[in-house]
T-cell receptor, first 118, second 112 residues
Framework: GAGVSQSPSNKVTEKGKDVELRCDPI?????LYWYRQSLGQGLEFLIY????????KSGLPSDRFSAERTGGSVSTLTIQRTQQEDSAVYLC????????????????FGAGTRLSVL | QKEVEQDPGPLSVPEGAIVSLNCTYS??????FMWYRQYSRKGPELLMY????GNKEDGRFTAQVDKSSKYISLFIRDSQPSDSATYLC????????????FGAGTRLAVHP
């Protein structure tokens, strides 16, 4: 597709259930990022993939959170045993260095998955 | 203390006003600075990208970076109702692939 696609757009779940959030990056983008945006807060980094590897997973808040990426494309963020404090918008971004400009790393964002834990 | 501080607003201005949005940061290692615009229930979209101190202009938007003061600004001239959105500053230590550190975002409303 033309942009970063995330599904579902909205997810309501009960406390203690597991959820899976999906991100389909822009075709050809090798880098993929997950961020979390809580109400009234800026974006908080969770994890970064380069290809299928995750060189930086420093932002994952607990071992209930995990993510994987397959085929250098689609990524899934899984939250196990969800808690009410997990309620937030989960945003995915992808990037690819612009030709001739190694410094730039412009991240393109999807619309996010709005997660509500009851 | 957060690495990046940004007044969340909300900021309400009349159409045609000049808007000034600001962020301060504590980590002198930040070198690349960005402003993203986020409409309600949408993902952030990049508005401006700057490196080093100084000004960068793009149409009605001007980004300003003062590394000595650890202060960045976004100015919007001749503001329009369509500029109503949340504006997020973001920064990173180096180019290439790495995470962005965001401010909390300032909600702007431009009324006709």
């Amino acid at each position: 597709g033309a942009g970063v696609s995330q599904s579902p757009s909205n997810k309501v779940t009960e406390k203690g259930k597991d959820v899976e959030l999906r991100c389909d990056p822009i075709s050809g983008h090798t880098a993929l990022y997950w961020y979390r945006q809580s109400l009234g807060q800026g974006l908080e980094f969770l994890i970064y993939f380069q290809g299928n590897s995750a060189p930086d997973k420093s932002g994952l808040p607990s071992d209930r959170f995990s993510a994987e990426r397959t085929g250098g494309s689609v990524s899934t963020l899984t939250i196990q045993r969800t808690q009410q404090e997990d309620s937030a918008v989960y945003l995915c971004a992808s990037s690819s260095r612009l030709a001739g400009d190694l410094a730039k790393n412009i991240q393109y964002f999807g619309a996010g998955t709005r997660l509500s834990v009851l | 203390q957060k690495e990046v501080e940004q007044d969340p607003g909300p900021l309400s201005v009349p159409e045609g006003a000049i808007v000034s949005l600001n962020c301060t940061y504590s980590n002198s290692a930040f070198q690349y600075f960005m402003w993203y615009r986020q409409y309600s229930r949408k993902g952030p979209e990049l508005l401006m990208y700057t490196y080093s101190s100084g000004n960068k202009e793009d149409g009605r938007f001007t980004a300003q970076v003062d590394k000595s003061s650890k202060y960045i600004s976004l100015f919007i001239r001749d503001s329009q109702p369509s500029d109503s959105a949340t504006y997020l500053c973001a920064m990173t230590k180096w180019g290439g692939y790495n995470k962005l550190i965001f401010g909390a975002g300032t909600r702007l409303a431009v009324h006709p």
